[in-house]
C-alpha cells in the first residue's frame, strides 16, 4: 500500500514539474506546479456532453482506462513492500491491463465515427504494439538475472554492484523512460502542445470527451507517469531501508520530470515515419540488455 500513497503524491507534481521545466527552459515564468491537477479538478465539477454518433462503448472507457492504470499500480512495489497485487508473471498481468485500458479508449475514438480520432487510435495502436516486445525483453531479461518472475522478487533480487550491471540499470532506465514517453504520447513520438489533427495521437483520440470523463483521462496519465517512475526507482533502491528509500523514490521522480520537460524543450518532434523506427529500436536496446544478462550468468556458448 506504501507505493500506492507514493505514486499518488507523485502524480500530483509529475506533471506540472515538467511544464514548469519547459517554462524556465524557454524563458517563461509558466504555471504553478499544481495547476494540472487544479484543472483537472474544475474539469471533475464540470457535466459530460455525448455526441449522438456514439454508443455506451465512449461513455464507459474513460472508466476502463482510469482502472486500468490504477490497477497496474496495485502491482508496482516499492522496496521491501509488495504491492497490492503480488503473484509470479505479476509482470505480465500489468503490461495486459494498460493494454485493456487502451484498447478501450482505441475502440472509444473509432465510436465517434470521426475520420480524425480514427486516425489517432490507428498510430496509437501501433506504437503500442512496437513498444511491447521492449517491455517484455526488459523484464524477462531481469527475470531471468533475479532468477523470479514477479515485481518485488525481480527488484529486491538485484544487486547493483559491477560495470555490467551498472550498464544494465542505466540501459533499463532510458528503456523504461522511452516506453513511458511513447506509452503517454510525449516527445518525441507526439507534442501534447500541438493542436494540427494531421499530426497529433493521444490528444486527438479525446478531443469528443469533455467533463468528467476528460478529468479521468487526465488524472489516468498522470498516474501512469508515475507508474513508469516508480519502475525505475525500484532498479536502484532495491531493499535499502525505508529512511533512504523514500527520499530517493521522490528525488528519482523529480530527476524523471525535468528530464522529459528537458527533452520536449530540446528536441523536436520525429516524422510520423521515422516514429516506428524509433520504438522498434527500443526492442534492440532491450536486446543489449538480454546479452549482458548472459554475459552476467555466463550462458554465453
Same mark, same amino acid.
Given at each position: 500500500m506504501l507505493s500506492v500513497f507514493l505514486i499518488v503524491i507523485a502524480a500530483i507534481f509529475f506533471t506540472g514539474i515538467i511544464i514548469r521545466? &519547459?517554462?524556465? %527552459?524557454?524563458g517563461r515564468k509558466g504555471p504553478g506546479i499544481l495547476q494540472p491537477i487544479l484543472d483537472v479538478i474544475r474539469l471533475f465539477r464540470k457535466g459530460v456532453v455525448f455526441s449522438e454518433t456514439t454508443s455506451f462503448v465512449f461513455q464507459i472507457a474513460p472508466t476502463i482506462y482510469f482502472s486500468s492504470v490504477v490497477m497496474a499500480m496495485l502491482v508496482v512495489p516499492f522496496g521491501q513492500s509488495r504491492g497490492v497485487l503480488s503473484f509470479n508473471g505479476d509482470f505480465i498481468f500489468f503490461a495486459y491491463v494498460l493494454a485493456l485500458g487502451k484498447f478501450f479508449s482505441i475502440i472509444a475514438a473509432m465510436d465517434t465515427g470521426s475520420s480524425f480520432e480514427g486516425m489517432g487510435a490507428s498510430r496509437e495502436a501501433?506504437?503500442?504494439?512496437?513498444?511491447?516486445?521492449?517491455? @517484455?525483453?526488459?523484464?524477462?531479461?531481469?527475470?531471468?538475472?533475479? /532468477? !523470479? =518472475?514477479? @515485481?518485488?522478487?525481480?527488484?529486491?533480487?538485484?544487486?547493483?554492484?559491477?560495470?555490467?550491471?551498472?550498464?544494465?540499470?542505466?540501459?533499463?532506465?532510458?528503456?523504461?523512460?522511452?516506453?513511458?514517453?511513447?506509452?503517454?504520447?510525449?516527445?518525441?513520438?507526439?507534442?501534447? &502542445?500541438? !493542436?494540427?489533427?494531421?499530426?497529433?495521437?493521444?490528444?486527438?483520440?479525446?478531443?469528443?470527451?469533455? /467533463?468528467?470523463?476528460?478529468?479521468?483521462?487526465? =488524472?489516468?496519465?498522470?498516474?501512469? @507517469? %508515475?507508474?513508469?517512475?516508480?519502475?525505475?526507482?525500484?532498479?536502484?533502491?532495491?531493499?535499502?531501508?525505508?529512511?533512504?528509500?523514500?527520499p530517493s523514490f521522490f528525488a528519482i521522480q523529480f530527476m524523471m520530470a525535468v528530464s522529459i520537460g528537458l527533452i520536449e524543450s530540446f528536441m523536436a518532434r520525429f516524422r510520423m515515419s521515422h516514429n516506428p523506427q524509433f520504438i522498434v529500436a527500443l526492442t534492440s536496446v532491450s536486446l543489449l540488455i538480454f546479452f549482458g544478462v548472459l554475459l552476467i550468468l555466463q550462458k554465453f556458448m
Open positions: 521545466t &519547459k517554462s524556465l %527552459a524557454s501501433l506504437y503500442s504494439m512496437f513498444a511491447e516486445p521492449a517491455f @517484455f525483453i526488459l523484464m524477462g531479461s531481469l527475470a531471468l538475472l533475479s /532468477g !523470479h =518472475t514477479s @515485481f518485488q522478487e525481480i527488484f529486491a533480487a538485484l544487486h547493483i554492484g559491477s560495470q555490467i550491471s551498472y550498464a544494465l540499470a542505466a540501459l533499463a532506465t532510458f528503456v523504461l523512460l522511452m516506453i513511458a514517453m511513447i506509452e503517454s504520447s510525449r516527445m518525441p513520438v507526439d507534442d501534447p &502542445k500541438t !493542436h494540427l489533427e494531421l499530426t497529433m495521437i493521444h490528444e486527438v483520440m479525446i478531443l469528443d470527451n469533455s /467533463g468528467f470523463d476528460l478529468g479521468l483521462i487526465l =488524472t489516468a496519465g498522470y498516474l501512469k @507517469f %508515475a507508474v513508469y517512475g516508480a519502475l525505475i526507482v525500484n532498479l536502484f533502491i532495491g531493499v535499502i531501508p525505508y529512511e533512504y528509500a523514500i
